[in-house]
């Protein structure tokens, strides 16, 4: 499943290394591409698309899906 999400708070390295290893706390397969000018993160994953958004709502980023 490929899921895009906006992530307004993303910034930097720092913030796109820490949603991707939430991200791969749940699928170590999943294929993650961010994007830091656009704010946005692309993962291609077997999790669900809200256990995704929860972990990385939970690593402190809050996250809004795009259309495909």
Known sequence: MMLKLKVPEMSCGH???TIE???KS???AARVVIDLGSS???VNST???SAIREVIKSAGY???KLAA
Do not use: M
Request: net charge negative; hydrophobic share 40%; charged share 30%.
């Open 40 to 42: 946005t993160v692309a």
């Open 26 to 28: 749940i699928d170590p």
């Open 47 to 49: 999790a669900e698309e």
């Open 62 to 64: 809050d996250n809004q």
């Open 21 to 23: 290893k939430a991200v």
């Open 15 to 17: 913030c796109a290394s």
